[in-house]
Antibody
């Protein structure tokens, strides 16, 4: 059974940093592009970042470029999101999600999400 | 970035009704279009990909159509568990983008 479990969320002050993790199991993690998607309270879904299976290709939303860094450790079946210079606009539930196939694909499995709250 | 626009933003319907949600892309995306269902407090669930292909395990009352810039999601006979928010998403190019969502509520 495919499972994605996020962790690392919490309360952080404006300007602070946080590192999210996503532990994957039940599939060959090293074969899939992985993604972060966030959802601000009461708002819609916003794609944040994607990383290809071997980390060769990385993409960011303009809203986080230069502040967030996506990475993965295929040996540990884990996905990460390092978030720096956080602002109130980054307050959201952050989901990790798997690409359905190996090329240009929607997201077929999602974690339960981890809440990041940026507030003083 | 490709902008995805859904309509309506909200919709009221009754169990047994047939409903259609539309999604328009700001430029052509071929059939690289997915639909997701999200219930409160839960992660989104993939319903349809490639504009019209049902994800495994999704009931056949859900269907999708369209290509290029105009797409639709139809639920043929609403069940109580279908009341949720629906999102379209393009995966033709980066940045991946979602529609703003359509909240389907019980009338």
């Amino acid at each position: 059974e495919v499972q994605l479990v996020e962790s690392g969320g919490g309360l952080v002050k404006p300007g602070g940093s946080l590192r999210l993790s996503c532990a994957a199991s039940g599939f060959t993690f090293s074969s899939f592009t992985m993604n972060w998607v966030r959802q601000a309270p009461g708002k819609g879904l916003e794609w944040v970042s994607s990383i290809s299976s071997s980390s060769s290709y990385i993409y960011y939303a303009d809203s986080v470029k230069g502040r967030f860094t996506i990475s993965r450790d295929n040996a540990k079946n884990s996905l990460y999101l390092q978030m720096n210079s956080l602002g109130a606009e980054d307050t959201a539930v952050y989901y990790c999600a798997r690409d359905r196939t190996t090329v240009d694909s929607p997201f077929d499995y999602w974690g339960q999400g981890t809440l990041v709250t940026v507030s003083s | 970035a490709i902008r995805m626009t859904q309509s309506p933003s909200s919709l009221s319907a009754s169990t047994g009704d047939r409903v259609t949600i539309t999604c328009r892309a700001s430029q052509g995306i071929s059939s690289y279009l997915a639909w997701y269902q999200q219930k409160p407090g839960k992660a989104p669930k993939l319903l349809i990909y490639a504009a019209s292909t049902l994800q495994s395990g999704v009931p056949s009352r859900f269907s999708g159509s369209g290509s290029g810039t105009d797409f639709s999601l139809t639920i043929s006979c609403l069940q109580s568990e279908d009341f949720a928010t629906y999102y379209c998403q393009q995966y033709y190019s980066y940045p991946r983008t979602f529609g703003q969502g359509t909240k389907l509520a019980i009338k």
